[in-house]
Every structure is written in C-alpha cells, then in structure tokens.
C-alpha cells in the first residue's frame, strides 16, 4: 500500500531555513495533490499549502511569503522548503495524500505520513 | 479564513459508551467536512469524508452526520481502540483549516 515518510533536520536554526522531503512509497505521485500540514506541540493542525505532481502550488497566506514546494516525480518525493523561522515554526511537520472520492474537486486527506519533530532553536 | 470549534475539549467515557463529538464552522462548509482519529506519535487516520460518508475500513460504530454549520461524529459503542485524539477538517475552501482536536479519554 502506499506509505509516506517525511524526512529532515530535527533542528533548525531561527532565522535559517527549513527543508523536509516526503518520499511516497508503494504508489506514484502523479495525478495526486501532496500536501503539508504541522501541528505544534498542544495546538490545532495547521495546513500549509499543497502541490499538484506537475507543480502547480497553493499556500496558506499565513505562510505564503515564506513557504515552497517542490516534486521531484523521478524520486517519488515532494519538498518543503520554510524560510526565516523561527520559535513558532516549531511542530511536528506532516506530509499527507490529498485525495477525491468522488471527483468533485474537493480533497481530504486520505494518507498521511508519521510526521517529523522539527524544533527551531540555537 | 473558516473557523472550526470543536466541543468538548476533553470527553471521559467508558467502554461501551455512546460518544458525540460536535464541530462548529464559522460559516457554511456543507458537506466538506472530514474527521481524523489521531493516537499519541502516530499520524492521523481518516475516518469520515464529506461530512458522514465512513472511509472504506473504518468501522460502523463510527458516524458522521450534520449540515452547513454544525456537524458531528458518533461513535456507538467505545471500544478501547478508540481512545485517542479526534480532529474535523473543513476543506469547502482554502485555506484548509482543523478543529483544536477532542481528546477522548476513559472514565
């Protein structure tokens, strides 16, 4: 079945950037959305924005001046790309399968990854 | 950006209960609500789609139900692998935003 795995730094300086890979196992990343979504420690998901297998992005205007996404389809991969965090950007990253049943262009997520502590800090 | 409020916060219940779990929009999202179980360091697990439609191997006892503003998830019959976190999703527009989660706890 298909598996997703983030992968990254655990530690991140304030002020530098952020970088997280999500591989896609057991299935292609294309005709799929990927999306990212965090969680800090004690508060709600947050959705970050998603990207389409040919590239085409969305991001959440919270993050939009500082986020990108990127697919790598010849290594089955999506990346996240943070710049200039700092303490809130401390969180448990995830990356997760958008998906639509039903085909009516709305999306869930379907299959998420175990997600990855990132912790910014000096 | 659409608010999601979810009550209560904390639930106490005993196996065998009967559990809701309510998730309130700040405006019309009907039907695209989704509802995540997640346990402590595991990834979240969808559960419901659109609203009240159970993911294919989710088990009966849980049920979705609810319209433009308010929705709800019920599960039947506690079992003690439901004990864990639970999260709605609107995604009838961007951004996509979560509930602050119920934690379900036993009594």
């Known amino acids: 079945q298909v598996q997703l795995q983030e992968s990254g730094p655990g530690l991140v300086k304030p002020s530098e950037t952020l970088s997280l890979t999500c591989s896609v196992s057991g299935g292609s990343i294309n005709s799929y959305f990927w999306s990212w979504i965090r969680q800090p420690a004690g508060k709600k998901l947050e959705w970050i924005g998603r990207?389409?297998?040919?590239?085409?992005?969305y991001y959440n205007p919270s993050l939009k001046s500082r986020v990108t996404m990127s697919v790598d389809t010849s290594k089955n991969q999506v990346s996240l790309k943070l710049t200039s965090v700092t303490a809130a950007d401390t969180a448990v990253y995830y990356c997760?399968?958008?998906?639509?049943?039903?085909?009516?262009?709305?999306?869930?997520?379907?299959?998420w990854g175990r997600g990855t502590l990132v912790t910014v800090s000096s | 950006d659409i608010e999601m409020t979810q009550s209560p916060s904390t639930l106490s219940a005993s196996v065998g209960d009967r559990v809701t779990i309510t998730c309130r929009a700040s405006q019309s999202i009907t039907p695209w609500l989704a509802w995540y179980q997640q346990k402590p360091g595991k990834a979240p697990k969808l559960l419901i789609y659109?609203?009240?439609t159970l993911e294919s191997g989710v088990p009966s006892r849980f049920s979705g139900s609810g319209s433009g503003t308010e929705f709800t998830l019920t599960i039947s019959s506690l079992q003690p692998d439901d004990f864990a976190t639970y999260h709605c999703?609107?995604?009838?527009?961007?951004?996509?935003?979560f509930g602050q989660g119920t934690k379900l706890e036993i009594k």
């Open positions: 990207i389409f297998a040919s590239g085409s992005t």
């Open positions: 999703q609107q995604y009838n527009s961007y951004p996509y935003t």
């Open positions: 997760a399968r958008d998906y639509d049943a039903d085909r009516v262009f709305y999306w869930y997520f379907d299959l």
């Open positions: 659109k609203a009240s």
